[in-house]
């Protein structure tokens, strides 16, 4: 996607991703073939249930149609939210992420799995596992610090509810 149409849709559709109180977090097009595909992924801090991505999907699909931005030619619009593992790029991204398993790659120390504990304007704290029955770390990470970080799938943890019942 040729980073004019790039900016060209961002502008066009920013404004109506937030009016439903949502984030525009990602938009590509998609040429397989004869066939394009525009994804848009959306989000926001409580997160966007089924309802909410259909309302988008129907306010983004009649104003692209109301428009030229897409050119002439047939497109498929797929309409989602960032998934299980996302990437962490924006400051509100870690924000949404507080409490999760992360995996940082970060600039002089290499890999790290923690838990973000806090997220403040400069860094965040995070807690390192225990290794072989020892306690977690507390840490602190500076945004600096981070070259990539990714959110992690758990299938064994203990809801916070449960452990304090």
């Not at 259909?54 to 692209?64: E, H, P």
């Not at 962490?88 to 970060?106: C, I, P, S």
């Not at 504990?117 to 600096?144: C, M, N, S, Y």
């Amino acid at each position: 996607m040729s980073t004019t149409q790039s900016e060209r849709l961002r502008e066009l559709l920013d404004p109506l991703v937030s009016s439903q109180g949502l984030d525009l977090e990602e938009i590509e097009v998609e040429t397989v073939g004869r066939k394009r595909v525009l994804r848009v992924v959306v989000d926001s801090d409580e997160g966007a249930d089924l309802d909410a991505i259909a309302d988008v999907s129907r306010a983004l699909s009649a104003k692209l149609d109301e428009s030229d931005v897409m050119g002439s030619g047939e497109y498929t619009l797929e309409v989602g939210t960032p998934g299980a593992e996302r990437e962490l790029k924006e400051h509100r991204h870690y924000v949404r992420a507080t409490d999760r398993l992360v995996k940082f790659q970060l600039a002089e120390d290499g890999e790290l799995l923690a838990r973000i504990l806090r997220v403040e304007d400069d860094g965040l704290d995070v807690e390192v596992p225990g290794v072989k029955g020892r306690k977690p770390t507390a840490r602190r990470l500076a945004f600096g610090d981070v070259v990539k970080a990714r959110v992690q799938v758990e299938f064994n943890r203990k809801d916070k509810k449960e452990e304090e019942a």
